[in-house]
Each structure stands twice: as C-alpha cells, then as structure tokens.
C-alpha cells in the first residue's frame, strides 16, 4: 500500500501541476482561460477513449508490466510540456494546439492507472477492507496537493538554462514518474499465489477468502463483460462518479487562480491551495472507516456529494478570501471522501475480467466531466469576469450527484461476513 501510494501521489501530481503552470504558463503562450480550461480537459476525453482496453490489458498481461509502462509514458510525455515553444516553433504549430495535443496524449499515456489499482486491490483485499483501503490509496490525491502545491509554488520561481519556473516545474515533476516505473518492475507482486513475502498459510487463507466471495458473487447474479456497460447499477455508479469529478476538476484546475487572485506570492499561493486537501484528507479516511463500519455506503456517499454541493455553492456565493477558502475546504472534505465510498460498491457485484472492464467503464465516464469541469470554468470566467457562475453549475451538478447515489441497492450480506467463519483453502 505505501508503494502504490507514491506511485498514486507522483501520477497525481502530473496530472494537476498544469493548474499551478497556468500562473505563468498562460501568458508566455497567448492562451485564453477557455483554452487553457479546454486543453486540461482534453486529457479526460482520450483518457475516457483507451480506459477500458487498457485495463482489459491489465488484466491479461499483469499488473507489475502494465502499470510501469502507464508510468514511464506519462512521465516522458509530462516533461515534454517544458518545451511547449520549441515543439511549436520546429513543427509550425501553435502554442496553443501544441498544448492541446500533449494534454490529448497524456490521458492517453494514463489511461488505465487508477482503475488498474482500484481492480488490483480487489486480488489483494476482502470486500470488508475495500472503502479503508482504497482511502489509504487515494490520500495520495491531497497529499500531492498538500506537498506538491507548495512545492509547485516554489519551482515557478525557479529559472536557468534558458528555461522559466512553469518549465522547470514540468520537467523536475515528471522525473519521480519515470524513476517509479523502474521500481514497478522491481517490486510490484501481480497476486497472492506469488507472493514469496507471504508464508503458505497465510497465502492459502487469502487466497480462500477471495475465492469465497468470487462464488457468492456469481451466486447472486454474476455480470458478462457483454452486459457491463448496460447494467443499471453500472450506469448508476458512472453518473455519480461523472457529477464528482465535474466539480473536482473543475475546482482543482483553477484552484491557484482563484487563490492567487487573493493578492498573494506565488509562494503562498501553493501554501493556501494545499489548505483544503488536509480537510479533504481526515474526511476521507474518517468517512472510509465509518462506512466499512457501517456497510451504509450509498448513504456515505450521499452525504459526501451534498459536502461537496454546498461548499462549491457556497464558495460561489461570497467573495471574503477567508470564506472562499474555508467553502473550499468544506467542498474537498467530500470531493476527497466519495472516491473511496464509491469504489466499493462495483466491487461487491463484478468479478474476474467483468470487474476490470466494469470499474474501467465508471472511471472512464466518470472522468468525462473532466474534461466538462475545466471547459465550463474557463468559459464562465471568460464569459463573466469571475469564477461564481461557473462554481454554481458545478454545485448543481454534485447535488444531483448525491441524489442519484442514494438509488443504488447494494447488497451487504457478502460484506458482512466475518474473515474468520470462512475456512481456509485446503
């Protein structure tokens, strides 16, 4: 788990550092905030194109290889932003579409990395432990915003060898990406049976368990890969997860422009815009653990969507920096929390390489919107001179989110079965 969580943070880094680039990156381009809000977005729509075969690929030729590969070609392809001008000047392309393509071919680089883990933890862990364990994964999302905010900050400042912070900040941020890949090869275990730190008993337990839970699945109705994409539950899942990432890219993409636009350095810009991922990281592990307490996931969460609405809203709404902020804060405690209360709900009725395709499907609609989110801030602003009406449309949408959640029908039976009334395998 501590290895996937770098592997996650690095990933989640290069992913989101674009928002803290655009500080500088904007005006030595000549591109507008639709632009720019379009070209972050861009990565969502290739990601959504190549999520599910990557993670059927995933499937067949194993984790260790095909993470490492996802890693090194988005590492490689995030550096290469640094060098948006003299791509462009070599090639006769705009700045502008330059940018556009690199953020085209970095979703498709990362296309499959985090369904990928979300379906290697379910070869690991028991459905019981899923919500605290994919919590424990995905604190690497405010913890690369907590260390990597500032930092980013700091590397804006940063000039030499011809070159300006934004540049330098792509280009030393994508170095942890390709030097994890190597250690993906090195050290990442597919499955239990091969697990040479695990003794033979424990192995037979783990592999017992999962085996236990694979039957009463199918028991109870085991999805084909052929009926994934029409399932109810499926769909349901994609929709909630599609009205969330609406308003955390949205916000996340323009967060250091908004913080910015307080008056501060760009030093205590990065400081201030790590402030709501350490509210966003206690509620997610607090939220994670209370509902594999509870097995109440659609309720957690419905309420983890309706945090999110009214703090966006709510941020929307007032225009004192300490407000705005502290909105914020509230919005990421359940912008945090959701991903890790979602992800087990598709886990408790998809199996086998239904399962890969299934969490692929609901990551890849559900990431659509972030290509949506960024688009309709920028515009908005654009359009408006603010961020308000651009905030309120992304409340709305996590409302409507939140209400959608509480239709699914999860079956907790499985779920509830304690470890230890299941027998080990002979």
């Not at 090194?72 to 932003?81: C, K, R, T």
């Not at 424990?136 to 690369?144: D, G, H, K, V, W």
């Not at 945090?307 to 007032?318: K, N, S, T």
């Not at 039976?413 to 027998?423: F, G, N, Q």
Request: proline share 5%.
């Amino acid at each position: 788990m501590p290895f996937l969580f770098v592997c996650y943070f690095v990933a989640y880094l290069d992913r989101v550092n674009v928002g803290f680039a655009k500080l500088q990156m904007n005006s030595a381009l000549g591109m507008s905030e639709a632009a720019y809000g379009f070209g972050a977005g861009l990565f969502f729509l290739s990601y959504f194109l190549l999520e599910v075969p990557s993670n059927l690929a995933l499937d067949r030729f194993g984790a260790r290889l095909w993470i490492a590969r996802i890693m090194l070609s988005w590492g490689v392809i995030s550096g290469l932003f640094a060098f948006i001008r003299p791509i462009s000047s070599a090639t006769g392309i705009s700045n502008e579409w330059v940018f556009f393509s690199l953020r085209f071919l970095l979703g498709i680089a990362e296309a499959g990395f985090f369904p990928g883990i979300i379906f290697y933890l379910t070869l690991w862990f028991p459905s019981v432990y899923r919500a605290r364990v994919v919590a424990l994964f995905m604190l690497a999302i405010p913890f690369s915003s907590i260390l990597g905010a500032p930092v980013s900050g700091a590397l804006l400042n940063l000039t030499g060898g011809g070159l300006d912070g934004w540049q330098w900040l792509f280009i030393l941020e994508a170095v942890p990406s390709i030097a994890m890949a190597i250690g993906v090869i090195l050290y990442l275990t597919d499955r239990p049976a091969m697990a040479t730190w695990l003794a033979d008993d424990e192995k037979s337990w783990l592999e017992g368990r999962l085996a236990t839970e694979q039957e009463q699945k199918t028991k109870d109705g085991h999805v084909s890969i052929t009926r994934v994409m029409s399932d109810p539950r499926v769909l349901a899942c994609s929709f909630v997860y599609f009205c969330l990432n609406a308003a955390s890219y949205g916000v996340a993409f323009f967060l250091p422009t908004i913080v910015k636009g307080f008056g501060v350095s760009n030093f205590q810009t990065g400081l201030l815009s790590a402030l709501p991922f350490v509210f966003g990281a206690v509620g997610m592990i607090l939220l994670g653990r209370n509902s594999d307490r509870t097995l109440k996931r659609r309720e957690h969460v419905c309420l983890a969507m309706m945090l999110a609405a009214v703090g966006v809203a709510g941020a929307a709404l007032v225009s004192e920096p300490v407000l705005v902020l502290g909105l914020l804060c509230l919005s990421q405690i359940g912008v945090s929390a959701t991903p890790p209360l979602l992800w087990p709900i598709p886990s408790a009725f998809l199996t086998g390489t239904s399962a890969a395709a299934g969490i692929a499907a609901i990551n890849a609609i559900g990431n659509l919107s972030g290509f949506a989110g960024p688009y309709v801030m920028g515009y908005l602003k654009d359009a408006t001179g603010n961020f308000s009406a651009g905030l309120l449309v992304l409340a709305g949408c996590t409302f409507a989110g939140g209400i959608v959640a509480m239709t699914l029908r999860v079956s907790r039976h499985l779920e509830a079965v304690e470890p230890a009334r299941l027998a080990p395998a002979e």
